[in-house]
């Protein structure tokens, strides 16, 4: 596989003016995400991370998601599927009683399925991995169990929120892979819970790792791509564990997948993995961390890497992906907001070519 970095176009434009849409502008960011019809596969888009860290009162940042909807809908060709990468609510509940009454809840993935619904019903399939808010009660950290048990219900709710069931006994809708036409998806919950009841915060145990490795050895499409909430390797300096960063990584190294997406820090980032970055390396795939879909973006001194070396922006964004036959091309778009307005660009470009 080889990377190639392509110009980045540093164009801005407003998307929205105070509350009311324009049309001319939609019509722009549609233009500069157009693909050449010549071998053209599918569009796919990734996202992460749209809690409401603002106000921190809970819920989901509802505007920005519905913003970012807007683009995806008006996006040509428009996307076979989203990707959203876990985080998808502040905490998993409201309680409205005090003390606590389980019959007395607010739980807000309803509402953030609510929001996302008008794109599944214009036929955008909606894929999602599992992150640690969604596990967090009323009162926060530490994860529920019980939450995860609400997550697996939440998304077995056909026809448009019913999550793959091919995934391992005991990760059911929070695991699973999804081929479509040269291309195969794996989806991996890093937030799982031990034995104990404690989370993994970021981890893998050896029954995700064996399905893993089993549906990764017996994928024959050309494009492989991995997702999951937590980064594989820090932009921002946290530490991870072996099972993602090693175990994880070398079945991904060993079936020759491309790319790995992720969510969690709330900034985008592009970061070639190589030899350099770790010594038990083998193989150089790349890194997409597309963690702010309306949470706050972290400040950019918060990245410990070299910034220009991980790509890393502080910002709102997404990134869509077209494969083709020969390679598969990705925009990423930064979504700023100032003064009541949304100003969209595209912040990087990249191919992988096989």
């Known amino acids: 596989?080889?990377?190639?970095?392509?110009?980045?176009?540093?164009?801005?434009?407003?998307?929205?003016?105070?509350?009311?849409?324009?049309?001319?502008?939609?019509?722009?960011?549609?233009?500069?995400?157009?693909?050449?019809?010549?071998?053209?596969?599918?569009?796919?888009?990734?996202?992460?991370?749209?809690?409401?860290?603002?106000?921190?009162?809970?819920?989901?940042?509802?505007?920005?998601?519905?913003?970012?909807?807007?683009?995806?809908?008006?996006?040509?060709?428009?996307?076979?599927?989203?990707?959203?990468?876990?985080?998808?609510?502040?905490?998993?509940?409201?309680?409205?009683?005090?003390?606590?009454?389980?019959?007395?809840r607010h739980y807000y993935i309803p509402d953030w399925k609510a929001a996302m619904a008008p794109l599944a019903q214009a036929g955008v399939k909606i894929y999602v991995s599992i992150g640690n808010r969604d596990l967090y009660p009323s009162k926060g950290w530490p994860p529920s169990k019980e939450m995860e048990q609400k997550f697996q219900e939440d998304f077995s709710d056909p026809p448009?929120?019913?999550m793959p069931d091919n995934g391992s006994p005991n990760y059911k809708k929070l695991a699973y892979s999804v081929a479509h036409e040269n291309a195969f998806f794996v989806v991996l919950d890093t937030f799982g819970f031990k034995p104990d009841g404690a989370n993994y915060d970021n981890g893998l145990d050896a029954e995700q790792l064996a399905w893993f490795s089993g549906q990764a050895r017996g994928a024959t499409q050309k494009f492989k791509f991995a997702f999951s909430h937590g980064p594989a390797f820090s932009p921002e300096g946290f530490a991870v564990g072996d099972s993602v960063k090693k175990t994880m990584w070398g079945i991904m190294e060993g079936a020759q997948f491309d790319a790995y997406f992720c969510g969690h820090e709330h900034i985008y980032s592009r970061w070639a993995i190589?030899?350099?970055?770790?010594?038990?390396?083998?193989?150089?795939?790349?890194?997409?961390?597309?963690?702010?879909?309306?949470?706050?973006?972290?400040?950019?001194?918060?990245?410990?890497?070299?910034?220009?070396?991980?790509?890393?922006?502080?910002?709102?964004?997404?990134?869509?992906?077209?494969?083709?036959?020969?390679?598969?091309?990705f925009q990423a778009v930064g979504v700023d907001w100032n003064a009541g307005n949304y100003t969209a660009r595209i912040i990087d470009r990249f191919a992988l070519q096989k």
């Open 1 to 104: 596989m080889i990377l190639n970095i392509l110009k980045v176009d540093f164009m801005k434009f407003n998307l929205r003016q105070s509350k009311l849409w324009t049309i001319w502008p939609v019509l722009l960011i549609a233009a500069l995400l157009s693909v050449a019809s010549q071998a053209y596969a599918f569009r796919f888009v990734v996202m992460a991370d749209s809690p409401d860290n603002e106000t921190n009162k809970g819920g989901l940042n509802l505007a920005c998601l519905e913003y970012l909807r807007g683009q995806i809908l008006e996006l040509n060709p428009r996307p076979d599927m989203v990707f959203f990468l876990g985080d998808l609510v502040t905490k998993a509940y409201q309680d409205l009683a005090d003390p606590p009454d389980p019959a007395k």
């Open 160 to 162: 448009y929120f019913d």
């Open 274 to 329: 190589t030899r350099a970055t770790a010594p038990w390396i083998t193989r150089r795939i790349t890194q997409v961390l597309t963690g702010a879909g309306g949470a706050l973006p972290d400040q950019i001194f918060k990245v410990k890497q070299d910034r220009r070396k991980v790509h890393a922006f502080s910002l709102y964004n997404y990134v869509v992906g077209d494969v083709n036959e020969n390679d598969a091309q």
